[in-house]
């Protein structure tokens, strides 16, 4: 974008929103209208102020062009790969959603999360009750990106420019298999594939030209980042794409591999203990796991679908994006939180889950935890409100675009006042002010965070006694956040 003459040359500054004045240019003004000096914009002197700076550019180009007041297009459209062999589950052709923006060098590919499945039986009945998971066959033509798929900048500050692409997940094997279907082979599992296949068309569509690569995912999509982000960069520079920098965000994909609360037959993916999932879906997909994680889990290689094992092996920069009280690690752990309060048992698993985690994040430099019981982020429209430690996600992905600059150039900490490391510290869910609203599984009323404990078996007197101190303080300091 350029700006000319003395609009452009005027500072961005906060405070008021001046309207732009529609003076008519003088005929002096107009001649030198050709030779006019042009400002491009510097994006990084309004990082403080987005929001103040994006009214204003409004303003101008409504100014200018009445016509850009309507609404621009912003989906995404739907393409089916070229190598027709790289199918979903059902063999109908896989594909991915592009919007492009011609301006920007920076590219996102998401892979789209939907648990998994893992034996004839269960994926039969996957079939039939979620079938877009497992087949193109009925893909809308378009998709609307939202979060940090939005092209809104007041949804997405810090990558709404970019060239954003989705990978619907219908390979149902978390994005690791590379098993076609076969007459033997009721069904396809080539998730590993149809991320190469993509890279692949995307080079002829402007990726060839890109600077950064960002392979984001949320749930089954988010654990797909961590099994892929490493292969997607050798396989850009076996094809002679070497200056395109290739990094992971992985969002409620890092899974333990824990003991459940109660032990339950392994009939289907929701009961079945994470470990024992993976174990059999491996086999059954044929899964590839990276390189360097299969040598050091030699004949183990279940280990690699679990963040904190596989993370020490990846060599590219990955961001983690983590609820600290996951819904779905809950529920593969059997603590299903319906109606019922629930038990001191439960109510110690739980904490401890956080306990654990943050046990396993604390090494990792560039992430971003809080203490929420939820699952999936980075694509709600919310996720700009949650923070940790007063830094947003977004911000916090920001100062990472900047440490991984600054640390190409020559090796410095990262700069201050802009952290990457984010992790709450206090101990139950939704003790954040900030964490997203929670509703009544049974009613869907809103609670409050008082109201959310109460009704989870948390007893305030109790717990108050413990710590030696007021019902009424304990009170304030949980609806604080404190």
């Known amino acids: 974008v350029t700006l000319s003459g003395a609009l452009g040359a005027r500072k961005f500054r906060g405070g008021r929103n001046p309207q732009p004045r529609r003076a008519l240019p003088s005929a002096h003004y ?6 006019t000096e042009s400002f491009s914009l510097d994006f990084t002197a309004v990082e403080e102020n987005m929001d103040n700076f994006m009214t204003q550019v409004k303003n101008l180009a409504q100014s200018l062009y009445p016509c850009s007041a309507q609404k621009l297009d912003y989906d995404m459209k739907l393409h089916f790969l070229e190598n027709t062999s790289v199918t979903c589950n059902d063999g109908t052709p896989a594909g991915y959603y592009l919007k492009e923006s011609k301006g920007s060098r920076r590219w996102l590919i ?5 648990w998994y499945c893992f034996n004839k039986e269960n994926c039969n009945s996957r079939y039939e009750t979620m079938r877009r998971l497992m087949s193109s066959s009925n893909w809308p033509q378009t998709k609307t990106g939202t979060g940090i798929l939005s092209s809104l900048p007041e949804e997405n500050p810090h990558w709404w420019n970019a060239n954003m692409v989705f990978i619907p997940y219908c390979s149902s094997d978390v994005w690791s298999g590379a098993t076609p279907k076969t007459d033997q082979n009721d069904y396809a599992f080539m998730g590993s594939l149809i991320i ?17 690569l960002l392979l984001a ?44 609360y109660r032990c339950t037959d392994c009939v289907d993916t929701i009961n079945c203990a994470p470990t024992e999932v993976i174990k059999r879906g491996i086999k059954y997909w044929g899964g590839v796991v990276p390189e360097r994680c299969r040598q050091a889990y030699e004949g183990k290689e279940w280990n690699c679908f679990f963040g904190y094992k596989v993370y020490p092996t990846i060599k590219r920069p990955v961001f983690i994006v983590q609820w600290l009280f996951d819904e779905a690690q809950l529920t593969v752990d059997n603590i299903h939180l319906t109606g019922q309060p629930v038990q001191e048992g439960q109510w110690r698993y739980i904490q401890n889950l956080g306990t654990e985690l943050r046990n396993t994040l604390k090494d990792v430099p560039a992430m971003f935890a809080p203490a929420c019981l939820s699952h999936e982020f980075i694509t709600r429209n919310y996720w700009t409100d949650v923070q940790v430690k007063g830094t947003s996600l ?6 990472w675009d900047r440490s991984l600059q600054e640390n190409s150039r020559n090796n410095k900490s990262p700069p201050k006042g802009c952290p990457v490391h984010l992790i709450d510290s206090c101990p139950w869910p939704h003790c954040n002010p900030t964490c997203p609203t929670i509703r009544d599984q049974s009613t869907g009323q809103e609670m409050n965070v008082i109201q959310f404990l109460m009704h989870m078996g948390f007893d305030v007197q109790k717990m108050a006694h413990q710590q030696g101190m007021d019902p009424s303080k304990l009170l304030g300091m949980l609806s604080s956040g404190s």
């Open 30 to 35: 107009r001649d030198r209208a050709e030779t």
């Open 394 to 399: 977004p911000r916090a992905l920001h100062c």
């Open 196 to 212: 190469k296949e993509v890279v692949k068309d995307l080079l002829t569509k402007g990726l060839d030209n890109a600077k950064i």
């Open 217 to 260: 995912g949320s749930s089954a999509g988010g654990t797909g980042v961590l099994l892929n982000v490493d292969s997607v960069s050798e396989l850009l520079e076996e094809l002679g794409h070497t200056n395109i920098q290739v990094r992971g965000l992985s969002d409620s994909g890092w899974f333990l591999d824990n003991k459940q």
């Open 110 to 114: 998401f892979l789209e999360g939907g």
